[in-house]
């Protein structure tokens, strides 16, 4: 019996040329990536170390200085918005004097102390003997009231007792019935007058400077009366506000 003969199969075997140029292809592919490999690594470190680094002295700097969180600019802004609506107030301020000022020669006056800073309802302001004004002047409110007189001055400066000075009485008269009382200061603004419990005056009554031009002082506010005592008093407030006095306007001899 005849058996076919099977040569036997010899395993390939690759030359060293063919090796030595694979493995310069591998090579060249490996070191074509590399750059690429690098870069991304670098960004990758970079990045990382970029965003713990920010974050890091982020929150160092908010628990160290928290105040920082306010910027600069929002101060400025604000300072700003400040002075323009100081700057806006006080124009309106001026011409709203000014378009009351008195028929005789007078100087706006900006007042430096006022109540509750100066006893006694007295005031200072920046204008003196240089600028015209003499002991004696009269003294008006940004609404055209006479509120006081200057009672020293020097070059610069003038000191004011205004009517509702505790030291102070003022003649007025009770415009309804045309008496003239004298009323006194008691402060703030704010005046008392005792008189014969069967005089007639009421609640709301007005008194007024008396003079060639009448100017309103005071109106009535409380009246107090005892069966047993023969006269009552007389409480007053003033139409002026000491406390909100900031430009007044002063005669002067000029």
């Known amino acids: 019996m005849r058996t076919k003969y099977h040569p036997s ?5 690759p030359s060293r040329e063919i090796i030595g140029f694979a493995f310069l292809v591998v090579l060249s592919i490996l070191f074509s990536f590399i750059p690429l490999l690098k870069d991304g690594l670098i960004n990758t ?12 002295l982020t ?14 600019g929002s101060f ?16 309106a301020s001026l011409k709203s004097i000014l378009g009351r000022k008195p028929a005789n020669r007078s100087v706006l006056a900006r007042v430096l102390v006022k109540p509750p800073q100066a006893p006694y309802d007295e005031i200072v302001v920046d204008v003196g003997s240089e600028e015209g004004i003499l002991s004696g002047a009269q003294i008006f409110d940004d609404n055209g009231s006479l509120i006081g007189t200057v009672q020293s001055v020097s070059a610069h400066f003038s000191k004011a007792q205004l009517f509702s000075s505790p030291s102070a009485g003022t003649e007025a008269e009770l415009l309804r019935v045309g008496s003239v009382l004298s ?11 005792e008189v014969p419990r069967d005089f007639d005056i009421r609640e709301g009554d007005v008194f007024v400077l008396p003079g060639l031009k009448s100017r309103p002082l005071a109106s009535v506010e409380q009246i107090k009366s005892d069966p047993e005592n023969s006269f009552k008093m007389v409480y007053l407030k003033g139409f002026f506000e000491p406390r909100t006095l900031t430009w007044v306007l002063i005669e002067s001899r000029n």
């Open 45 to 56: 470190y970079s990045n990382s170390a970029w965003f713990v680094r920010n974050f890091t």
């Open 9 to 13: 199969r010899k395993s390939f075997k």
């Open 76 to 91: 400025s802004s604000t300072t700003q918005n400040a002075e323009i609506q100081i700057l806006e107030k006080e124009n």
């Open 183 to 193: 009323l006194s200061g008691l402060g703030d603004g704010s005046f008392t007058v």
């Open 59 to 72: 929150t160092f700097e908010k628990v160290l200085y928290p105040w920082n969180e306010v910027s600069t």
